[in-house]
């Protein structure tokens, strides 16, 4: 069993910033692929970035692009996301998640259905 705890959401105005963490149950999060997904009311969960295993590879949707930054740190079983220029669309419950086994090229794990783990989320608010 893989546990992921979400934490640093909360509500802030139009251009601020915010830095998400999850902290992940287990000794195998150094073999994880990891992403941070989003999902506000009436849409569909949304691939946000990923982050490979060796955390020297990553991809972030356009949306964010530019504005968002995703981190790890192996050694505290911990993946971070640091949102800048927030905008009120990046209001939403955002996910952490993980998929582990062999390796994929970084643009697999856009997909939702990569993801064999999920956090219960946090809630992000940007105010205008």
């Known amino acids: 069993q893989v546990q992921l705890v979400e934490s640093g959401g909360g509500l802030v105005q139009a251009g601020g910033s915010l830095r998400l963490s999850c902290a992940a149950s287990?000794?195998?999060?150094?073999?994880?692929?990891m992403g941070w997904l989003r999902r506000t009311p009436g849409k569909e969960r949304e691939f946000v970035a990923a982050?490979?295993?060796?955390?020297?590879?990553?991809v972030y949707s356009d949306s964010v692009k530019g504005r968002f930054t995703i981190s790890r740190d192996n050694a505290k079983n911990t993946v971070y996301l640091q949102m800048n220029s927030l905008k009120p669309e990046d209001t939403a419950v955002y996910y952490c998640?993980?998929?582990?086994?062999?390796?994929?090229?970084?643009?697999?794990?856009?997909?939702?259905?990569?993801?064999?783990?999920w956090g219960q989320g946090t809630q992000v608010t940007v105010s205008s």
């Open positions: 982050i490979h295993s060796s955390g020297l590879d990553t």
């Open positions: 287990g000794r195998t999060f150094s073999s994880y692929a």
């Open positions: 998640a993980a998929k582990g086994g062999t390796y994929s090229s970084i643009s697999y794990y856009r997909s939702i259905p990569a993801y064999d783990y």
